[in-house]
């Protein structure tokens, strides 16, 4: 073999170790399909007898019980449009007292054609639910396909958190208070707003927001140790994000970003500016994230603490290894079983993570 060939094998060699260490595949897990012949199943939750409600997007609320799936009637009328349609799902956190369950779906409501992002409560019984109450509707309608969010969290004093995508009106939304899109906001449970949410003096301001310039948060939790929401948002190509959410605070979309148009140009020119929070961790390319939750567990030996993000674009768990609220470590779990659409820690402590045209699996660690 000459020099030539020699130094080409070496380049060859380390180009393919890096690419491992990038985005490192992860041998050491398997799983079990719990619930199958699920087409999207953006969101899941689970009642106090272990059994699950499960969102399908087409506008479905499956209740799963002893491997049977019963359909839950009283749903309001779905808005199945593009990326909108039956979205996340969350009990109460009282829910044994009060049997009620929030859901986010798109909603037709309004004066204008098309939909947006709405919120809802009901209470189950025998498999209906019943006195439906809309706590928020995102306004105006559009026909735009795109940037629901729809994401929830309960906080540990019982506020009620959720997103709502910039609905591909990037240059009118994200950046302004005065209206809906391209938000996170806070509600009490009862659909009322806080007295102190970051807003409420403001002149014009939709008083319900916490925070603002996002794109579109498809991931939201919070840390079991310090407490704090997580969400993590799509970026545009490139830029996906996560974020630890405060109060009142600018998030930049779409005046920063790490991100570019789909077609590679540019829509601004700087990833940072004074009063703009900067993620604590972006992809480049976009691994379009959906679901979102940490190990809380000691099922899984050293993982506990971990993050998990789902992939929907390279179909695999992103499992990031996090010090100092810094992601040092990415792994790729569950890979290639399909769109990761929605991942929660069940009461067991085991992970499931809802795969789209599969169903609902438990990750198992070897």
């Keep these: 073999m000459d020099i030539k060939s020699i130094i080409i094998g070496l380049i060859l060699s380390s180009t393919l170790a890096c ?28 009642l106090p007898d272990n059994s699950m409600l499960i969102t399908e997007k087409s506008g479905e609320l499956i209740h799963f019980k002893n491997g049977t799936k019963t ?8 808005y199945v449009r593009g990326q909108g349609g039956l979205l ?29 992002t709405t919120i809802a409560r009901a209470q189950l019984k025998d498999h209906s639910l019943t006195n439906l109450q809309v706590l928020y509707k995102a306004s105006p309608n559009t026909t735009k396909g795109q940037h629901f969010g729809s994401r929830f969290a309960f906080d540990d004093d019982g506020y009620l958190y959720f997103s709502v995508g910039d609905r591909g009106n990037r240059d009118e939304n994200p950046q302004y208070i005065t209206r809906d899109g391209g938000k996170i906001y806070r509600l009490n449970a009862d659909g009322s707003i806080p007295e102190d949410n970051p807003f409420v003096n403001e002149s014009g301001a939709k008083t319900a927001i916490y925070s603002y310039g996002h794109r579109n948060p498809q991931g939201m939790t919070i840390h079991p140790d310090s407490r704090q929401l997580w969400t993590h948002e799509h970026g545009p190509k490139g830029g996906d994000e996560i974020n630890i959410i405060k ?29 703009m929070e900067q993620p604590i961790h972006y992809w480049d390319p976009s691994i379009a994230p959906s679901g979102m939750a ?6 899984y030996g050293d993982w506990d603490g971990n993050l998990l993000v ?8 992103d499992m990031c290894t996090l010090k100092d609220n810094k992601v040092i470590k990415e792994e790729r779990l569950l890979d290639g079983l399909g769109r990761v659409r929605s ?16 169903g609902i699996v438990k990750l198992i660690r070897k």
Aim: hydrophobic fraction near 30%.
């Design 19 to 46: 690419a491992q260490d990038k985005n490192p595949k992860n041998s050491e897990n398997t799983h079990e399909i719990i619930v199958s012949d699920l087409n999207i199943p953006w969101g899941f939750t689970f």
């Design 71 to 78: 359909s839950i009637s009283g749903l309001p009328e779905i």
């Design 88 to 116: 996340d799902i969350i009990l109460h956190p009282n829910y044994k007292e009060n049997n009620w369950v929030y859901l986010s779906y798109a909603s037709s409501e309004g004066e204008d054609s098309g939909g947006n």
């Design 247 to 275: 109060p009142g605070k600018n998030y930049g979309w779409p005046i920063i970003s790490f991100g570019v148009n789909y077609i590679g140009t540019k829509f601004t020119d700087i990833t940072e500016k004074e009063g």
């Design 294 to 299: 940490f190990i809380n567990s000691d099922n």
């Design 310 to 317: 789902g992939s929907l674009k390279f179909q695999y768990l």
């Design 343 to 358: 991942v929660e820690q069940g009461p067991d402590g085991f992970i499931y993570v809802g795969i789209e045209n599969l």
